[in-house]
């Protein structure tokens, strides 16, 4: 036998093989078993062997020492029809596969991460390549795209109900539609205006690179108060930070809380040839970016009650944006579950989009002028339908007011949305 440094494995294969061979040993045709196992813990010696010279007797015994380990995840797709001024569209909007993944290390340590792949098409309610306006459009195959994503992944550490830490790829704590991220959970399947360009910063940031410390705080009468605070920057622009917090009070046996939220930092612009119109995706009249990089801080509240079967989510928004026109966002989305498996929805949004600049050729060198990006208003009728507590199907109506203008463009979508 090869000599190795004596490991926990290898001592407990070399015991377990001791009492096995003195009990074999009585019988002298399980001469041919005992060679199998010295043979099998040989092998198994080797291979930690190998395993310690690549990472280290210290990084082993680090490993795999989770107390528990949870694994879930979910699967969402949509389709729609849309009817423009002019002309109809039909197609596939957006799929998405995302993975939860936690480890539970202690009482006090956790991980926690959501891998996942997102594929969509551009579905625009306005197409930017005709002279008319209100012409719904899909970009071409080639154009879709297909990537991994994390929208979560954290390190956790938890001192009590009091405090939390989470540190990585974090959620913010604004909105009622981003504060609950899971999918499957929403009624109605595509977001509101303001959040409706996945993981954006178009009016609040929706995830950051950094930390976010939460608590919850007894109150008099059975009330608490609850608090978030968190800062970084974001993935496209990792030198520019960002910060904010969010206060709330919450009545349990009402079913009712009420927040104040306030944010601030720098929204990152694209310059030089970059420097063109945005094309707006996911259904959205504005795009997620910016051409001119600006500083801002917003302010606003959000109420979020739940009473027997209605829920009601509304949230209301001002942003400041430094050298451009202010943003404005509203969104109040109610719903009645008529059954516990049947619900009906209906939503209003407003978003102000404020203004931007935009690229002008010119004669002998190009110049930037300001554009005002206007607002867009949404009405949405939903039904949502859970033939099973992991299964959620939904059709959504919702006729869309385009901004600076008076078309409309009305669109069907079908969703759903799979947990497991």
């Known amino acids: 036998m090869t000599a190795h440094r004596m490991t926990p494995l290898s001592t407990c294969a070399a015991a377990a093989f001791a009492c096995v061979q003195a009990v074999l040993a009585q019988d002298p045709g399980a001469q041919p078993t005992l060679a199998e196992l010295r043979q099998r813990i040989d092998d198994l010696e080797e291979q930690q ?9 210290r990084a082993v015994l680090q490993a795999y020492t989770a107390r528990s380990f949870d694994f879930g995840g979910e699967v969402s797709s949509l389709f729609t029809h849309m009817r423009g001024e002019h002309d109809d569209r039909s197609g596939h909007v957006v ?36 002279a008319t306006s209100g012409d719904p459009a899909f970009t071409s195959a080639d154009a879709s795209e297909a990537r991994t994503f994390l929208s979560r992944l954290e390190a956790q550490w938890r001192h009590g109900d009091a405090l939390q830490l989470h540190g990585g790829v974090v959620g913010s704590p604004h909105g009622t539609t981003n504060r609950e991220y899971f999918i499957p959970a929403r009624t109605i399947g595509q977001a509101s205006l303001h959040t409706r360009v996945f993981l954006a910063n178009e009016l609040y940031p929706q995830h950051l690179h950094g930390l976010r410390g939460e608590g919850k705080l007894p109150l008099g009468s059975g009330g608490r108060l609850e608090y978030d605070v968190y800062g970084g920057v974001q993935d496209d622009a ?45 259904q959205s009249p504005f795009a997620a970016e910016f051409n001119g990089e600006r ?10 009650w ?32 008529v059954r516990p498996t049947l619900g009906l929805s209906y939503r209003f949004d407003f978003y102000d989009r404020g203004s931007d600049q935009v690229l002008v050729a010119l004669t002998p060198t190009p110049a930037t002028l300001p554009l005002d990006l206007g607002f867009a208003t949404e009405h949405v009728l939903g039904v949502c339908f859970d033939p099973n507590p992991s299964v959620r199907l939904r059709l959504d109506f919702h006729h869309l007011l385009l901004p600076n203008r008076s078309d409309e463009v009305d669109f069907v979508n079908l969703s759903w949305s799979v947990s497991f």
Not at 110 to 130: K, R
Not at 240 to 266: D, K, Q, T
Not at 315 to 334: F, H, I, K, P, T
């Open 49 to 57: 062997a190998r395993l310690l010279e690549t990472v280290g007797g």
């Open 306 to 337: 739940r009473q027997g079967d209605f829920i009601c989510k509304t949230e209301l928004y001002y942003s400041r944006e430094v050298g451009y026109r202010d943003q404005r966002a509203v969104s109040s989305e109610w719903t009645w579950f």
């Open 295 to 304: 500083r801002y801080d917003f302010a606003g509240v959000d109420l979020d």
């Open 238 to 282: 990792p030198d520019l930070p960002v910060g904010g917090a969010r206060l709330a009070y919450v009545f349990p046996e009402l079913g009712l809380g009420m927040a104040a939220n306030y944010g601030a930092g720098r929204r990152p612009g694209r310059a030089g040839e970059q420097l063109v119109a945005n094309v707006p995706l996911l």
């Open 95 to 130: 799929s998405l596969l995302e993975l939860y993944l936690k480890a539970q290390l202690d009482d006090h340590f956790s991980v926690f991460a959501t891998p996942g792949y997102y594929l969509f098409h551009g579905a625009l309610p306005d197409d930017p390549t005709t």
